[in-house]
């Protein structure tokens, strides 16, 4: 007879498993941990998820994460002329808000242009950028969507509509990250930190 877990552990293994970053391992140990430990909790775990399927939305302006009709970001009074930093996916948006270097609005595509993946223009929220660009005051539109093949393509065709519109458009520079050295650099990387270089004048 070959032994196996319950039919309901068993279940709970498969929906940990469709979790990103969770393999069939890590899923039976948080399984059972669930299950063994008396303050796992899972009836608050799953009225938290059930919160969350139930009230968290895609915010209709800028597509960050929402529980009202506009989220936080949108909801507070936004000044006219701040730049519209533009990412692909609305985790982008918390490392950027809380890095505190300046204010600006933000704008979540959904994603980028990836032909081989069957992603194009109409997929993201291209569109609603354009219209909000020209609706309101913007100043700049700032281009954070990463420094690969896919990001690049994205970032030229949305430089190609909103240009001729009269915004400033500009990227995030890209280079070598704070405390690594040359030699442990790629290639990539290197190329963007010579082509983004600064005058020593402007480091301090």
């Known amino acids: 007879m070959r032994l ?3 039919a309901a552990l068993t279940d709970l ?5 469709r979790l990103p970053g969770i393999g069939p391992k ?3 140990r948080i399984a059972i941990w669930m299950v063994s430990n008396p ?9 938290a998820v059930d919160r969350v399927a139930s009230s968290v939305t895609k915010c209709p302006v800028c597509g960050f994460y929402a529980e009202d009709s506009k989220c936080v970001l949108c909801d507070a009074e936004v000044l006219p002329g701040i730049p519209l930093c533009v990412v692909a996916y609305p985790t982008d948006v918390l490392p950027l808000a809380q890095c505190g270097s300046f ?6 595509l959904g ?3 990836s032909p081989l993946d069957g992603v194009s223009p109409d997929d993201l929220a291209i569109d609603a950028l354009v219209q909000r660009v020209k609706d309101c005051s913007v100043g700049e539109v700032i281009l954070a969507l990463g420094s690969d093949i896919e990001a690049d393509a994205t970032a030229s065709y949305i ?3 909103l240009l001729p519109l009269g915004v400033v458009v500009s990227k995030i520079a890209q280079g070598l990250p704070s405390g690594s050295s040359v030699a442990s650099a790629d290639p990539n990387t290197l190329k963007a930190a010579l082509l983004y270089r600064r ?3 402007s480091l301090s």
């Open 199 to 201: 005058p020593t004048s």
């Open 103 to 108: 204010d600006c609005g933000y704008h979540v």
């Open 13 to 17: 293994v498969s929906e940990f498993k």
């Open 39 to 47: 303050s796992a909790s899972p009836l608050r775990l799953l009225a």
């Open 159 to 161: 430089a190609d509509l």
């Open 111 to 113: 994603g980028r242009l």
């Open 26 to 28: 890590a899923a039976e």
């Open 4 to 6: 196996a877990l319950p």
